[in-house]
């Protein structure tokens, strides 16, 4: 009995798994061929014996009909159990995905909150009955879920921390255009924009604040301490703003594990049912097999008689055996036949007017699966790279950190940072910035070395990373790229020449210092040494080693 129908429910499976069911189907296609033949010869011989052949004929027919009525009857169920559970199943996986990328994106707490729920609370997400390797896959997901929602509430409080410290930087800067009125400094904390600003309207606020305070309030004057203040404050800012990267890297790791946790548990309710519904194939062959004696006897009976099975064997064996054929090439083309078989057993014919419907759901399913892993793909390539500069992003910065981890001697750190960047973007506008961007980020790539790597580290803050180098190389490296930024030729929107600057940070690690675990540490040392720059003037690179 040929078993490709059935084969055909495992379309959504993993390559591997389409190539292992589809070498079990030829080997059944093979065994079908033979016992057909068999069948043919041994119907041959019924011209043999009339009498005793009626007597066999209406026995082994009886008895052939109402057993593969039965069988007939028992595989169409399960037919439409393996559909219906695999409808079920990528309905909840889609449930799951959404729910992942409401959890790794979503600021909304209600939409976090019912993300969360909707995860946790799925059916697909309870292991039953399943192997070690299985049951680990399910708690592995559902751990990676909760994770997830422990960060997001980690980051909601880092977030509300620093909302906090900005309102208390805001009292402070209040306080001081209060204290010295006669002072002409801006106020900037007092404007509508500083409500609610991005971290780079924060820099650039302080920046501009703190130059001017500096240069209009003399150091002895008892104002002067509540700069320190605004210092204090700016530093507790810088640190929850830290905190608040680190959780957003957090959810991403976690949000890539619990895709590679549901990817492993995809097979599970399909091929566990097409496994029962395949040894179920099984033993109506093995009764087919086990009536060729008989059928052999019949050969010897009468033509009377022969005429009698071959009447049964055309309006059952034609019908399935043409089945067999179209689900063949089905499962090799997944193209809807132009054609399908009749029979005027009604059992038959109920279950091949359920064929087209069956055929089409799984060729639907088959091309759902398809796309959804296609897009995956390419959502996975476009992820690491950065729309704007056309280099690395930050998620492939963190890539790269779990792969080099721990680091090898001899890596090096350079983190860049473009002077004043608001003012550009405030004075000529953001497509004016946005090309500054673009351009920095093709000088840094033609700049490094091949074996080299560049990433857009956030906003205008770029980082190289090197292998092999010491700490002379580095800092020529540095300083080239310094120079070379600082030369770069812009033209303003009005037609007037314009050039930047940029302050580096740089940090080795090698033989000379403590063990560094990773590009964060040696990244955060390197930040170090930019914010020395920044403080020190700007346009210079300042090399901070590891302690």
């Not at 810088?238 to 549901?262: C, D, Q, W």
């Not at 019949?298 to 179209?326: D, G, H, K, M």
């Not at 030369?487 to 303003?492: A, P, S, Y």
Request: hydrophobic share 35%.
């Amino acid at each position: 009995m040929n078993i490709h129908p059935f084969s055909s429910a495992t379309c959504m499976q993993s390559p591997d798994g389409e190539d292992a069911v589809r070498e079990g189907a030829d080997g059944a296609s093979k065994k079908e061929d033979k016992n057909s033949v068999s069948i043919r010869s041994v119907m041959g011989l019924l011209v043999g014996s009339l009498i005793v052949q009626l007597c066999f004929c209406l026995f082994l027919t009886t008895k052939y009909l109402s057993t593969t009525e039965d069988e007939l009857a028992a595989i169409q169920e399960r037919l439409t159990d393996v559909l219906t559970e695999s409808q079920t199943r990528y309905s909840q996986l889609y449930v799951i995905e959404t729910s992942l990328a409401t959890l790794i994106r979503s600021d909304d707490p209600k939409q976090l909150r019912n993300a969360y729920l909707n995860a946790t609370a799925s059916s697909f997400m309870t292991p039953g009955d399943l192997s070690e390797t299985d049951r680990e896959n399910f708690v592995a997901l559902r751990r990676s879920v909760d994770d997830m929602w422990a960060l997001r509430q980690l980051l909601s409080s880092a977030t509300e921390e620093a909302h906090r410290i900005w309102q208390s930087m805001r009292t402070v800067g209040t306080t001081i255009d209060a204290r010295i009125p006669e002072v002409k400094l801006d106020r900037l904390f007092g404007s509508e924009q500083t409500l609610a600003p991005t971290d780079e309207q924060v820099d650039a606020m302080l920046d501009t604040y703190v130059e001017q305070f500096e240069r209009a309030v003399p150091a002895d004057s008892p104002e002067a301490s509540l700069l320190a203040d605004l210092h204090r404050l700016e530093s507790a800012y810088l640190k929850v703003r830290k905190e608040r990267e680190n959780f957003r890297t957090m959810i991403l790791r976690k949000g890539n594990e619990a895709v590679g946790a549901l990817d492993a548990v995809r097979h599970i309710y399909t091929a566990n049912r097409t496994t029962k519904v395949l040894a179920h194939v099984e033993a109506i062959g093995k009764q087919v097999h086990d009536m060729r004696p008989g059928l052999a006897l019949l050969f010897v009976l009468n033509v009377t008689e022969f005429f009698v099975f071959l009447y049964f064997s055309t309006r059952l064996a034609r019908p399935i055996e043409r089945t067999s054929r179209i689900l063949d090439d089905f499962q090799k083309t997944y193209e809807m036949p132009s054609a399908l078989p009749h029979s005027n057993i009604s059992e038959v014919q109920s279950l091949l007017n359920q064929l087209p419907l069956l055929l089409t759901s799984i060729a639907t399913e088959r091309e759902k699966a398809d796309r959804m892993r296609s897009e995956r793909d390419v959502y996975r390539g476009l992820s690491y790279t950065d729309g704007l500069t056309s280099i690395s992003n930050r998620l492939a910065f963190e890539r790269d950190n779990d792969e080099m981890s721990p680091l090898p001697l001899g890596t090096g750190v350079i983190v860049l940072d473009i002077d004043k960047f608001k003012p550009i973007n405030d004075t000529f506008g953001h497509a004016f910035g946005d090309e500054v961007l673009r351009t920095v980020g093709g000088f840094l790539r033609g700049a490094a070395r091949s074996r080299d790597r560049v990433y857009r580290y956030g906003g205008e803050e770029f980082c190289v990373v090197t292998q092999g180098a010491n700490r002379e190389a580095l800092e020529r490296m540095a300083e080239r790229i310094r120079t070379g930024i600082k030369r770069l030729d812009f033209t303003t929107p009005d037609g007037k020449p314009f050039n930047i600057t940029a302050s580096l940070g740089v940090s080795l690690y090698d033989e000379t210092t403590a063990p560094v675990e990773s590009l964060h540490v040696l990244t955060a040392v390197a930040d170090e040494g930019l914010y020395e720059a920044k403080q020190n003037g700007r346009d210079r690179s300042v090399f901070q080693p590891v302690t």
